[in-house]
């Protein structure tokens, strides 16, 4: 039995700039990889399928580790060189805005590369990313990225890590991505402003200088009005956040894990203390 991390993402910055006469949206995004992770064990079986095994029978039938295997098997014309069992004991919060299935996916893509010595590249390995869904791609590669299109034009931030401390607090809720994104379409929100295109080029800049007031004054997320007004627990939750003593709170993708960023390792040990007094479930992560 072999085992893998399956790492999640967080958005420091999300914003909807457009719709595509496909009804899919354009986005402008800077996703950071973090040790929250999920774990996937792996070893062969004598059946010549793959299988995937959920322990805790949380994830759909078609999930995305599932969709990821038929993808590569596609790409080998229905080749299997042996089979695998696949067993994910999940920790990312489904529905949380971190990107637990499209890591799922790419960790079951680069494990299979590996396991059947296809010697796929990373180019190779995004382009059957692309036709899982539009946040696999990154997961490809990890790190820091800068994000276009609908999530599939991944563009690496080659620069130190900035230092700072975050914290993912987890709602007893889950956000449907369809429906924050139908949020964004019914008030008219899919457009960039030049407000919004200054503060992503303050963020990536504060981001390689680690200019940290600059980074905590320009992290943003679009859905945040929206999803807010439809989940107001997640606004309460937010306030904690600042209140509990940190610099900047934004929300995880389209919902509903909130982020923390604390200047110190102190500040955050006492904000969680704080945060775990009012109930709440909290996580303190790195971004690597």
Avoid at 108 to 120: A, P
Avoid at 176 to 205: H, V
Avoid at 266 to 272: C, D, L, Q, S, T
């Amino acid at each position: 039995m072999k085992s893998y991390q399956s790492y999640s993402k967080i958005n420091l910055f999300l914003n909807v700039t457009g719709r595509y006469k496909n009804g899919y949206h354009s986005i402008k995004s800077l996703f950071c990889r973090a040790t929250l992770f999920d774990s996937i064990s792996y070893s062969l079986n004598d059946t010549n399928k793959i299988k995937i095994i959920d322990k805790k029978n949380i994830l759909p039938e078609n999930n995305l580790l599932k969709t990821a295997a038929d993808k590569i098997i596609s790409s080998l014309n229905g080749r299997i060189p042996f089979g695998i069992d696949f067993t994910i004991e999940k920790k990312i919060p489904i529905g949380g805005g971190l990107g637990g299935g499209s890591s799922n996916a790419a960790s079951v893509l680069k494990i299979l590369n590996k396991e059947w010595r296809l010697n796929f590249g990373v180019e190779k390995l995004k382009k059957i990313a692309r036709q899982i869904g539009a946040d696999v791609p990154f997961f490809i590669e990890g790190g820091t990225q800068k994000v276009f299109g609908v999530g599939e034009i991944v563009k690496s931030i080659k620069t130190g890590i900035p230092v700072f401390y975050l914290i993912l607090v987890f709602p007893e809720i889950q956000v449907s991505t369809p429906a924050a994104y139908k949020l964004i379409d019914d008030n008219n929100m899919a457009c960039e402003s030049y407000e919004e295109r200054k503060m992503f080029k303050k963020l990536i800049e504060g981001y390689r200088s680690n200019d940290y007031k600059k980074i905590i004054s320009n992290v943003y997320n679009k859905f945040e009005y929206p999803v807010f007004a439809q989940n107001k627990i997640l606004s309460d939750i937010k306030n904690g956040v600042l209140d509990s003593g940190a610099d900047a709170s934004v929300m995880s993708g389209s919902g509903s894990t909130i982020i923390g960023i604390y200047e110190t390792y102190e500040k955050r040990k006492m904000g969680i203390e704080r945060l775990q007094s009012y109930g709440y479930n909290v996580e303190p992560v790195e971004i690597f």
